[in-house]
């Protein structure tokens, strides 16, 4: 029997090798597609998933519904809610609080070495999460004031030579930390990073620290926590709400959680949580997902119209083999067979070019998928299940159609006629172009839109500016010289001091307006300080009023300048010469500046105040001009070491670092050209072997056709209008389903094009006269061959 099958199966490839080709590097293409992108799909939402209490593990934020604010989800809460949470709440099994600190100095001796990614936690941090502890007794060790705990790979870079660096000393900012112990690296996906862990402990004599950590004013803190139940997170936001009323929390200030397993994809709207790293977007894996299952679908499609197609040639085939006694349950084993066959062979040389790819070949991912599978093996017995089922929705129809048939009804070819086949072929072509053409569109309209938010007017010269960050005491004690020797070399316009700069999150503070009391009218508004050198350097525009002014000794204490979005906000139609209260300070407005986006696309300009600070605070911002930037640069380093020798010399061009918020945007747009790219392939493919079948099967007419006159150019009309017909209704069907889908996603960004419009209209045409091109030129081959063929010999092979 399985000789049987195999010489079968033989024959029908040599009589069949242009389908069968086709057939198999359709599958190929479209398994690979699939694979890469579900692989990256599964990775994605991976993120936190291998910690053991993670359906139990949730983190703090807040509703902030004050007045001022717009993007009013952050991943802070008040200092004290966290062990407040554990310690009133049966509910709450466990807590930990965590301030992230970022960069961090740290010396050895007459060594420094920087950590990227310091953070303040405490000792129950390692009680919620899973990290692997490589020193008896670390958690009891850490559980005091000014102790340690290094990665490995990071104790390595102090001391890499030795084995166990329990006991060491490290300074940081003057004062002696110890070192406790070591935890392997995490290697598996989280939103947390880091490579020093510091005690969140405060010292005897730091009493300002420990009033911090036990009072409810203001938000700050990173705060998780594990329920005993995953289900009780609404009544326990309740009871979060009533712990915060009764501390005397603004009631403006709403406590929530958030399932950490949800962090990575579920935070784009959430601000305050520049410790989330590699932060991942929900919209944008999910539509990747969808892709994945129309490129699927699309090299599916193909492989059932070509199988359908292919298996009325062999009509002739199956009647004689009924007339010789084959049952219907033989012949139907037989089609399905050879489909499942064909379907995993290409599904097994998809597997094994991704295996090379990823080995060999950067693919521009920030995952391997190889590493994926071998992760997760479960994955191939989907992907093996999944490719079944292809081989059996292509077999199913002509299997059981052909089989049907009466012996005679086939020897005569009545099914080559029948409505059934190409009504079938037809649908298919129709759905497979409805996703090709939803792809190109949606291809157009994410490039326009990201291409918007790229180019908008963002309020702020972003090119050339060089941007120094520091923290240590010694750098900022010694900035004020480093900058005055930097604005000596002629390519330097500008030197500003700011303590924050636009795409990074700026911090907020409460005010309230001229006649006010503190417990009515209060706003909660973005802030940061900066110089009188910064608007200049920066390219913002102060549209009312003045700048700030060294010769005003009297700015840092009593002024302030606010944006246009406060102007608007508060609906006044000026600003300068009123006044603000901060806290118990009253501030009298002397500017008004220029919107700018301090955050991504996907929030709005929120009211923003800038506190006048002539010293040095955290960044110093260079403009420096086009010309000799590498000379430029090498003399902004020596400059630097002989300022500051123990301490490396590190920058970031701004625009650099601005154009990472759109980072994942990008990496959106190039994943979905690609593979809307291969869509449009697979769809010409299967274009290509339908036309040569049609082209098969409509021999004997063709040559009629010619002896009766018809043109060439007629007979190719002929053949190519079905096609560009059923594109046409293809298109008609993806328009609207194109803009339901993007509609949500743009929603998204509150500055964004509008998809309805004459301009997109005209992509949306652009889209079908795409996609009717391509299949053009898919079917032209085919259809000129048949054309130009003898009418004589096609009548005579007939």
């Known amino acids: 029997m399985l000789r049987n099958f195999i010489v079968i199966t033989l024959r029908n490839f040599r009589k069949n090798k242009l389908s069968t080709v086709i057939n198999v590097t359709g599958l190929v293409l479209g398994f690979l597609a699939f694979i890469t992108l579900t692989s990256y799909v599964h990775n994605e939402t991976s993120y936190d998933t291998w910690h053991e209490k993670a359906d139990n593990i949730f983190r703090h934020t807040t509703i902030d519904e004050a007045l001022g604010v717009s993007s009013n989800m952050v991943a802070i809460t008040s200092p004290r809610m966290p062990k407040a949470a554990e310690e009133e709440l049966a509910e709450v099994t466990a807590s930990a609080r965590m301030i992230h600190v970022g960069d961090q100095r740290l010396e050895k001796g007459d060594k420094g070495y920087y950590a990227t990614q310091a953070k303040y936690v405490e000792a129950d941090f390692f009680n919620i999460f899973d990290l692997q502890m490589n020193e008896a007794g670390m958690l009891e060790q850490f559980n005091a004031p000014r102790k340690l705990i290094l990665t490995e790979s990071f104790a390595k870079t102090v001391f890499p030579d030795q084995s166990d660096v329990s006991g060491e000393l490290i300074t940081i900012d003057d004062d002696s930390w110890e070192i406790v112990g070591t935890v392997d690296d995490v290697t598996k996906n989280s939103h ?104 699927l679908l699309i090299a599916a499609f193909n492989f059932m119209n070509l199988t359908t197609a292919q298996s009325t040639t062999r009509a002739k085939e199956v009647g004689i083999r009924k007339v010789l006694g084959s049952g219907k349950r033989k012949l139907i084993g037989q089609h399905l067979t050879e489909s499942v066959t064909l379907s995993v062979i290409s599904l097994i040389i998809a597997l094994l070019l991704i295996m090379l790819l990823s080995r060999f070949v950067d693919l521009g991912l920030d995952f391997n998928p190889h590493n994926v599978l071998l992760t997760n093996t479960w994955l191939l017995g989907a992907y093996l299940l999944i490719s079944i089922l292809v081989g059996l929705g292509a077999g199913l129809y002509p299997a059981f159609v052909l089989s049907g048939f009466d012996a005679i009804r086939i020897l005569r070819g009545k099914f080559q006629t029948s409505t059934q086949g190409v009504l079938l072929r037809k649908s298919l072509v129709v759905l497979q172009f409805v996703a090709s053409v939803v792809m190109i569109i949606s291809t157009l309209l994410v490039a326009k839109q990201i291409d918007f938010i790229r180019n908008k007017n963002l309020g702020f010269n972003k090119e050339q500016v060089l941007n120094l960050n520091f923290s240590s005491g010694t750098l900022i004690r010694g900035m004020d010289v480093f900058r005055d020797q930097a604005l000596q070399h002629p390519s330097i316009s500008h030197a500003a001091y700011s303590s924050n700069m636009p795409g990074r999150t700026f911090g907020r503070t409460g005010m309230t307006l001229e006649g006010g009391t503190d417990d009515e009218d209060i706003w909660i508004v973005s802030a940061f300080s900066a110089d009188h050198n910064y608007f200049d350097a920066m390219g913002i525009e102060v549209i009312e009023g003045r700048n700030y002014d060294p010769e005003f000794g009297s700015d840092q204490q009593e002024s302030i300048i606010i944006n246009r979005a406060m102007l608007e906000a508060l609906n006044w139609d000026y600003g300068v010469g009123r006044q603000l209260t901060f806290g118990q300070t009253q501030r009298n407005i002397v500017g008004v500046i220029e919107d700018f986006h301090f955050a991504n696309m996907r929030h709005k300009i929120e009211p923003l105040v800038i506190y006048y600070n002539p010293s040095a605070a955290s960044n110093l911002n260079l403009k420096i001009t086009t010309e000799e930037a590498r000379a430029t640069l090498d003399f902004l380093e020596a400059v630097w070491v002989e300022t500051f020798p123990n301490y490396p010399f590190e920058y970031q061009f701004f625009d650099q670092e601005f154009d990472q918020l759109f980072e994942s945007d990008v990496q959106f747009s190039k994943m979905v050209n690609g593979f809307t790219l291969l869509s449009i392939v697979l769809s010409c493919l299967g274009l290509f072997g339908l036309s040569s079948f049609t082209a098969e099967q409509r021999r004997k007419e063709i040559g009629v056709r010619k002896v009766l006159g018809s043109s060439v150019s007629q007979i190719v009309t002929l053949l190519m209008r079905e096609f560009i017909l059923l594109i046409g209704i293809a298109s008609l069907i993806a328009w609207p389903i194109s803009y339901w889908s993007l509609n949500g996603w743009i929603q998204d960004f509150q500055y964004r094009i509008e998809i309805i419009s004459p301009d997109n209209l005209i992509l949306f045409g652009i889209a079908a006269i795409g996609a009717m091109l391509v299949a053009v030129l898919a079917v032209s081959y085919k259809s000129i061959s048949a054309a130009i063929v003898n009418p004589v010999k096609s009548l005579r092979d007939e």
């Open 192 to 295: 947390l990073e880091f490579d020093v862990l510091m005690s969140l402990f405060p010292a005897e004599s730091d009493s300002s620290f420990a009033d911090y950590l036990d009072s409810w004013q203001g938000l700050g803190m990173i705060g998780y926590i594990v329920l005993d139940d995953p289900a009780k997170e609404e009544s326990v936001e309740a009871r979060l709400k009533e712990i915060s009323l009764s501390n005397d929390v603004n009631e403006f200030w709403i406590p929530q959680l958030q399932p950490v397993t949800d962090i990575h994809l579920g935070s784009q709207d959430i601000l305050f949580d520049g410790y989330h790293v590699n932060k991942g977007d929900a919209t944008y894996v999910y539509a990747l997902g969808v892709v994945a299952l129309f490129v």
